[in-house]
């Protein structure tokens, strides 16, 4: 996917994922609104002959939509299973749904199994990610006592009980990012 707009909304949600994920394990859900209101931005400027996809058919521009309908209303039901047995977090379910809208219909598949494989990869190096996360959030703690104004919360690493897991906000940004930047399939 060479579309430019789609790298310039995506790019920066996704670092300021990586971010808070590392350090509150939190994915906004304000993010997630405006992820989804940008992304409606893209069939409603093509029907009005402008913007990424204002090249489209009408045929084309369908099932674009369409797919990428299908594909997150998937992710969110199977997601919402997940999410039910404690197996993952209603952030990044919420997430990879906003993100596979933003997916063509060939690289959805694409993203969901990157994403798979790079959280199962930061899970056997999850004592080098932990060490990460520590290393980022004395960083970040001291940029809060610096400038105590800015009213910086203290990352949920350094609590008396940090959280187990994978912030598998991370793993999203890699599948998402590595799908948009080296695509698999032409």
């Known amino acids: 996917m060479d579309n430019l707009f789609i790298i310039i909304v995506l790019l920066p949600a996704l670092l300021f994922v990586v971010g808070s994920d590392l350090l509150y394990r939190r994915i ?4 997630i609104l405006l992820l989804l209101a940008l992304w409606l931005v893209l069939p409603i400027s093509a029907v009005l002959g402008f913007g990424p996809w204002g090249v489209m058919s009408s045929a084309e521009l369908f099932d674009q939509v369409a797919y990428g309908l299908l594909g997150a209303v998937l992710v969110l039901v199977i997601g919402f299973g997940l999410f039910c047995l404690g197996r ?3 952030g990044d379910i919420k997430l990879v749904a906003v993100v596979s809208l933003w997916m063509s219909q060939t690289d959805q598949m694409a993203f969901l199994i990157v994403t798979a ?13 932990n060490l ?3 290393a980022l959030a004395l960083r970040w703690q001291r940029l809060a006592l610096a400038y105590p104004r800015l009213k910086i919360a203290p990352p949920v690493a350094l609590s008396e009980q940090p959280p ?3 912030p598998y906000g991370v793993a999203i940004a890699i599948g998402a990012l590595y799908t948009l930047f080296v695509p698999i399939h032409s």
């Open 164 to 166: 187990q897991g994978i």
């Open 28 to 31: 906004h859900n304000l993010l």
């Open 132 to 134: 990460i996360e520590q």
């Open 88 to 90: 993952v977090g209603a």
């Open 117 to 129: 494989l790079a959280g199962g990869l930061l899970a056997l190096g999850l004592p080098l990610l």
